[in-house]
């Protein structure tokens, strides 16, 4: 019998000036992809992030995959990605006709291994997308090194990692392009939508090209280019910027939610890891992820269907790529396997309460000590 209490794994909190902007665009009648929450929006980012160029988009994967073509990326090309990260990241290389290749994590912050990233590059090799996986960011010293050597271009994912920082500077200014997600589980939100973020004005004059089917910004209904329609609504970048002037505030709310967590679980270190966050890095916790050590007799799976019992929502961690269908690969990512069938995420929502979270943690370790 599933319990009354339900504690959801995430959701938006919309504690801002999200109504009132959102209320001001119905009542001014600019809902669609024109309006002054746009370009707000767009410029906002972009000083959070300290680039020149934010461009809003229609979400996560369309962020990803108009900096591809804006690449000239097409059939024979080849794009390093993590095999450990949600499909999206692949799938973007698959439009434009590429060939994403998988590369194993890391074992601490289970994020792409720069040490494994040379041996996968051929002549074939355009680039990199690398993942700020659950909230850490990838080790993006070692990353640009490699790509620097190589002449490859680097597309930073940082659907779950805004305001993350590594050594300092914040996820999304660190390459090429950085990309984010505003789905309605992600640190802010606008329901879905996307952003880009990038310091080359050449591209993102390409992207924005691109993005708005491909119409002469100086010619309006001139297409010289196929296009897309992957543009933002006002009404979403209405939402955005709400959420946008409370981002620290959503930020210090994980933050505190995390510390909680690793506080609570800290006398069974020998039962379970937290991702770690480490000295050079700054996590944003778009998650809490966990993983059962060898102590625990009960498995990921068992445990997590007790938990939805107890009216806990949980969720696995991401099946590396190669072992689904359309990436389906044979070649060895011990890493990302064994993280990947041990971990799963708890709830992380900005509003969880202490009780919500010792609660949590008091079915966790009685469910583990009780099949042990």
């Known amino acids: 019998m599933k319990a009354v209490r339900s504690i959801p794994l995430a959701g938006p909190v919309l504690n801002g000036n999200e109504r009132k902007y959102v209320m001001d665009c119905i009542d001014t009648g600019w809902i669609s992809s024109n309006g002054k929450y746009v370009n707000e929006f767009e410029q906002k980012f972009a000083q959070f992030c300290g680039v020149d160029h934010a461009l809003s988009c229609a979400n996560g994967t369309v962020a990803l995959h108009l900096p591809l073509l804006a690449y000239g990326v097409g059939a024979g090309d080849e794009i390093l990605v993590p095999t450990f990260t949600y499909i999206a990241t692949a799938n973007a290389v698959k439009y434009c006709g590429a060939t994403p290749v998988l590369v194993d994590c890391e074992p601490d912050t289970w994020n792409m291994d720069p040490q494994k990233l040379e041996e996968k590059i051929t002549a074939n090799t355009k680039g990199i997308i690398v993942v700020h996986l659950y909230g850490h960011p990838a080790n ?23 305001g993350a920082e590594c050594n300092g500077q914040i996820v999304g200014s660190i390459g090429d392009v950085g990309t984010f997600s505003f789905f309605g589980n992600k640190i802010i939100s606008t329901g879905e939508g996307g952003m880009i973020t990038t310091n080359n004005k050449e591209l993102a004059d390409k992207m924005r090209l691109l993005r708005g089917q491909g119409m002469d910004p100086k010619r309006r209904y001139w297409f010289e280019v196929v296009g897309y329609n992957y543009r933002m609504t ?49 996590h944003s916790y778009w998650m809490v992820s966990i993983l059962l050590q060898a102590k625990v007799k009960i498995s990921r799976d068992d445990l997590m269907k007790l938990l939805d ?24 990512y011990p890493v990302a396997d064994d993280v990947s069938a041990r971990g799963f995420n ?8 202490e009780m919500d979270m010792n609660y949590i943690c008091e079915r966790i370790v009685f469910h583990c000590k009780a099949n042990g």
């Open 140 to 162: 993006m010293e070692q990353i640009m090194k490699v790509a620097k050597k190589h002449n490859l271009f680097v597309i930073e994912d940082a659907a779950e990692a805004h």
């Open 234 to 282: 006002n009404m979403q970048a209405a939402i955005g910027l709400g959420q946008l002037e409370n981002i620290e505030w959503h930020l210090d709310k994980r933050r505190s939610v995390a510390n909680n967590y690793i506080e609570l679980f800290a006398p069974y270190s020998e039962w379970f890891t937290i991702q770690p966050e480490l000295s050079w890095a700054k």
């Open 309 to 332: 019992e107890d009216g806990i929502e949980t969720r696995p961690l991401f099946y590396p790529m190669h072992q689904m269908p359309p990436y389906y690969d044979t070649d060895n």
């Open 346 to 353: 708890v709830p992380t929502n900005a509003l969880l309460s």
